[in-house]
């Protein structure tokens, strides 16, 4: 076997392996610790694609952000929260099941329909250079648009905590 | 670069690639957890550590490593064990992994890709949560604050380190750090001066001012340790540890402090390049002023950390949130003004 | 904006001020002593060992009773009239055979006090400070210089000697009651001078 394969195998199975590590474990914290091995992995598999920047950013912004985020609401909340038993038991039996079927059958349905191009990944050469110039050209509407967004968010984020910080200070 | 291993197993030879920096980094660790004690002893007016090997105690290090090796590996009855035991090998993981793209010399660079100081960056951000891991799995007070401390910080201090990197790149239009060095080489500025970024743009040193502040906070120093301040924490979210896997975050610290050095030697002051423009200079030498420079640096961290007393936290959030991201901002206009108009 | 500008400046000011302070110790040579190796001479008059001069101490006693701690522990045996002890250096004349000068320092206090009654300057403090040890018993020094033997043959001479005095005494008093008795029938006879030397002369001629 080459050895980019046997590293893909590695990597696909850390990946799915800590997904259903994060599914069904009891804890949040051991959840959120197994979705960083998930990202990581997924990581690790677009760099064997040559998507190198997008590797990157995937570690950047979920690794080291949403995750971290996430890590911090779940212990900002109380210690107790970590060892929450969550419902094992199936509820809703009748729209769970109806539900995953059909998911079942439309992801089939697309996998065997489509016609996977199946070709040789050449090394790219200068993917950031690349993506740079089609950001600020071919894409740039998009990309104002969701750098307002974030903007937006910002904004809305410090409005909000301004308020509750300005609500005390006023009682007192 | 590989090619150059000549007729060996390509397998074998990537291996060969990426043990040069582990090699650097252990021995760095070595030499500067016993310089740390010399610089703080001579600060101090003592003689830091003078009893193992002779020669102004030189082996003290490898004693303490040894030490350290017959040391029980602890781990507490509540804590989770595979995070517990997990941590410091992610953290140091992390470090090193950084230190893939850093061009050690004009012949060595771990690897030649686009992204480079995205990569760095991307990956250095791992740290954080390797720390948050080492605090929780711990299941204990002063841990589990030291590890929300030092994600509160690096998280925040992301912002400037990213903004003044982007400041440089902006400067030299590429990621890839090997062309980031390239470009500082020669003596053209003023007739004497180096090439390299801080000299280049007199904006670029305040960048500079702001890149080691925020250097300093994202490898844990003095006077920004607050993760493992030792007056309010214990040891931080390396209460619980011991033996070996305390060595390796004493390690992976000591790692990531050459790491952001080296990045800054590399940004700022022209990386393996030669001070005196061809002289001294080549693949050997390049290896020998990359690492000087980072020296320097890393002795620097030291000189300050024996200097300055500790930061509040909500001083620290202050200086990043309100003084360092507005001036980086500010700054990076003003290196763009700079770079057009002259 | 001015007061940011101004305290940033004094920040910054004082960071290299303090920067400055520690590089200039950084060059300045330690003051470290390398102790086993180097050892720092004790200032005068620095209390660490006692020490007892033998040859000159005339078993007086005095400092074991200025001993608060009663550290100090000393036996005499009287010098029989057939030796000469000699003198000590201040010319004080020898009269008891030092049977035992027991100095505990695990019990000694440092205070000094034992070393000012002194009638010849026989006991002192050395700077000598290297003296610690496993066992307690090793901390109790012993400055007789007297073997066991000596000791034992100078206290049964010392004790026959005595004896013998003794029966002169008895004897002499029987002589002294029998002329009595005699005087009582003729007449008195003059007193014999008191013949036996103390403590409290020495410490008089002291």
Not at chain 1, 53 to 70: D, H
Not at chain 2, 39 to 47: E, K, M, Y
Not at chain 3, 48 to 74: E, F, Q, S, T, W
Request: glycine fraction near 6%; aromatic fraction near 12%; hydrophobic fraction near 50%.
């Amino acid at each position: 076997m080459e050895f980019t394969a046997i590293l893909f195998y590695v990597f696909a199975i850390l990946t799915i392996g800590s997904a259903s590590i994060m599914v069904f474990s009891k804890n949040i914290v051991h959840s959120a610790f197994a979705l960083m091995f998930t990202l990581i992995g997924v990581a690790a598999i677009y760099v064997l694609l040559y998507a190198d920047f997008l590797a990157a950013t995937q570690l950047l912004v979920y690794v080291g952000g949403i995750l971290i985020l996430i890590l911090f609401g779940v212990m900002l909340t109380s210690q107790e929260s970590a060892k929450l038993n969550f419902k094992t038991v199936t509820v809703n039996v009748v729209p769970a099941s109806i539900l995953s079927v059909t998911a079942l059958v439309l992801l089939t349905y697309v996998f065997t329909t489509t016609q996977w191009a199946s070709r040789n990944l050449e090394t790219p050469q200068e993917t950031v250079e690349i993506l740079g110039t089609m950001l600020m050209s071919d894409y740039l509407l998009p990309f104002i648009i969701a750098g307002v967004l974030l903007l937006i968010a910002i904004i809305g984020s410090i409005l909000m905590a301004t308020r509750l910080n300005s609500k005390p200070t006023e009682s007192n | 670069m590989i090619e150059s291993y000549g007729n060996i197993n390509p397998v074998l030879a990537v291996l060969i690639h990426a043990l040069i920096p582990l090699t650097i980094i252990l021995v760095y660790a070595l030499v500067a957890i016993w310089g740390e004690r010399k610089v703080a002893g001579f600060i101090q007016d003592r003689l830091g550590p003078h009893r193992v090997g002779g020669w102004h105690g030189w082996a003290q290090s490898i004693a303490d490593l040894l030490k350290l090796i017959q040391k029980e590996d602890i781990v507490p009855k509540d804590a989770s064990r595979f995070l517990f035991k997990f941590a410091p090998f992610m953290m140091f993981a992390a470090s090193y992994a950084a230190f893939a793209v850093l061009p050690f010399s004009s012949w060595y660079i771990g690897s030649m890709i686009d992204i480079g100081v995205f990569y760095l960056i991307a990956i250095t951000s791992v740290l954080t949560l390797s720390v948050i891991m080492a605090g929780w799995a711990s299941n204990n007070k002063w841990s589990l604050l030291g590890g929300m401390r030092s994600a509160a910080q690096l998280v925040s201090y992301e912002v400037p380190t990213i903004a003044t990197v982007l400041t440089v790149i902006v400067v030299s239009g590429s990621l890839n750090l090997m062309t980031v060095t390239e470009m500082q080489s020669g003596n053209d500025i003023l007739g004497f001066l180096p090439n390299w970024f801080i000299f280049q743009n007199p904006f670029l040193i305040i960048a500079f001012g702001i890149f080691f502040i925020s250097i300093l906070v994202e490898s844990h120093r003095v006077p920004f340790d607050l993760p493992e301040s030792e007056s309010e924490l214990v040891a931080g979210y390396q209460t619980e540890y011991s033996g070996m896997r305390w060595a390796m975050f004493m390690l992976a610290e000591y790692a990531d402090m050459l790491l952001l050095s080296l990045l800054g030697v590399t940004l700022f002051f022209g990386g393996w390049n030669s001070p005196f423009g061809s002289f001294m200079s080549g693949p050997a030498w390049g290896f020998f002023w990359f690492l000087l420079k980072g020296f320097m640096l890393v002795f620097v961290m030291m000189w300050i950390r024996w200097t300055l007393p500790r930061y509040r936290v909500d001083q620290l959030m202050h200086i990043c949130w309100g003084i360092l991201i507005p001036a980086t901002f500010v700054n990076l206009i003003l290196v763009a003004l700079w770079e057009v108009v002259f | 904006m001015t007061t940011v500008i101004r305290e940033g400046w004094t920040t910054f000011k004082s960071i290299f001020t303090g920067m400055g302070v520690t590089i200039r110790h950084f060059f300045k040579p330690a003051v470290t002593e390398l102790y086993p190796e180097e050892k720092v001479e004790l200032p005068k008059g620095a209390r660490a060992k006692l020490y007892v001069n033998i040859d000159d101490c005339i078993g007086c006693n005095l400092c074991a009773r200025a001993c608060p701690v009663n550290c100090i522990d000393i036996e005499t045996v009287m010098a029989t009239s057939d030796v000469d002890l000699g003198k000590t250096s201040t010319g004080n004349p020898k009269r008891f055979w030092l049977t035992q000068f027991d100095i505990d320092m695990a019990k000694c206090m440092y205070c000094d006090l034992c070393t000012f009654p002194c009638p010849t300057d026989c006991i002192y403090m050395v700077p000598e400070y290297e003296y610690s040890e496993f066992d307690r018993t090793n901390l109790v020094y012993h400055f007789s210089d007297l073997t066991p033997e000596k000791v034992d043959e100078v206290k049964e001479k010392a004790e026959k000697e005595a004896e013998e005095k003794k029966k002169e005494r008895e004897r002499k008093m029987k002589e002294k009651k029998a002329k009595a008795k005699d005087k009582a029938k003729s007449k008195p006879k003059p007193k014999p001078k008191p013949k036996q030397p103390d403590n409290k002369k020495d410490d008089e001629e002291s």
